[in-house]
T-cell receptor
Framework: QKEVEQNSGPLSVPEGAIASLNCTYSDRGSQSFFWYRQYSGKSPELIMSIYSNGDKEDGRFTAQLNKASQYVSLLIRDSQPSDSATYLC???????????FGTGTLLAVQP | EAQVTQNPRYLITVTGKKLTVTCSQNMNHEYMSWYRQDPGLGLRQIYYSMNVEVTDKGDVPEGYKVSRKEKRNFPLILESPSPNQTSLYFCASIGNRGKTEAFFGQGTRLTVV
């Protein structure tokens, strides 16, 4: 069974701090990785995609990919209470377009 | 505006009464997928479709059917719903050309009593 694993949390950080979310995956054939934010009862919203090793920055968000270690992370700088949500990591095989989701990490940003 | 539209948003039904959840996308994507989301289990794929008239089972297909008669629509059919199909359902439309970014519908919260 190909898996994507995340710590379920909750991860609690104070407002203004850096939140670090981590994810590991088992399928070495995965080529693309994504971070989705999901508020309770709402649909997942894509916030970052990363396709190659290294860092990718977009505003307060930085995604990091290390294919040798099969590890993906998301850093959120200057965390805000509005960032409080569940963050889903997903990996996709380039051949099949199938997305495998982790179970998500609940982030709580304390004012 | 790029959109995936799912209906209904909420549905309460009784065991055995056939129902259909509709999903439509306006992005001309070939790949569409249905997921269910349950506490502690994350998003699990029910069925997917790689193009018109091409569908295949995901990880949890039992009790579900789908069809893909046209590119934009991908309905999910529960022929005889059971209480263990009570869940939050999401339709997703996935980008082409290696950009496997999924766009989700608003979700359907289904309760089977």
């Amino acid at each position: 069974q190909k898996e994507v694993e995340q710590n379920s949390g909750p991860l609690s950080v104070p407002e203004g701090a850096i939140a670090s979310l981590n994810c590991t995956y088992s399928d070495r054939g995965s080529q693309s990785f994504f971070w989705y934010r999901q508020y309770s009862g709402k649909s997942p919203e894509l916030i970052m995609s990363i396709y190659s090793n290294g860092d990718k920055e977009d505003g307060r968000f930085t995604a990091q990919l290390n294919k040798a270690s099969q590890y993906v992370s998301l850093l959120i700088r200057d965390s805000q209470p509005s960032d409080s949500a569940t963050y889903l990591c997903a990996g996709a095989s380039g051949a099949t377009n199938k997305l495998i989701f982790g179970t998500g990490t609940l982030l709580a940003v304390q004012p | 505006e790029a959109q995936v539209t799912q209906n209904p948003r909420y549905l309460i039904t009784v065991t055995g009464k056939k129902l259909t959840v509709t999903c439509s996308q306006n992005m001309n994507h070939e790949y569409m997928s249905w997921y269910r989301q349950d506490p502690g289990l994350g998003l699990r794929q029910i069925y997917y479709s790689m193009n018109v008239e091409v569908t295949d089972k995901g990880d949890v297909p039992e009790g579900y059917k789908v069809s893909r008669k046209e590119k934009r629509n991908f309905p999910l059919i529960l022929e005889s719903p059971s209480p263990n199909q009570t869940s939050l359902y999401f339709c997703a439309s996935i980008g082409n050309r290696g950009k496997t970014e999924a766009f989700f519908g608003q979700g359907t919260r289904l309760t089977v009593v």
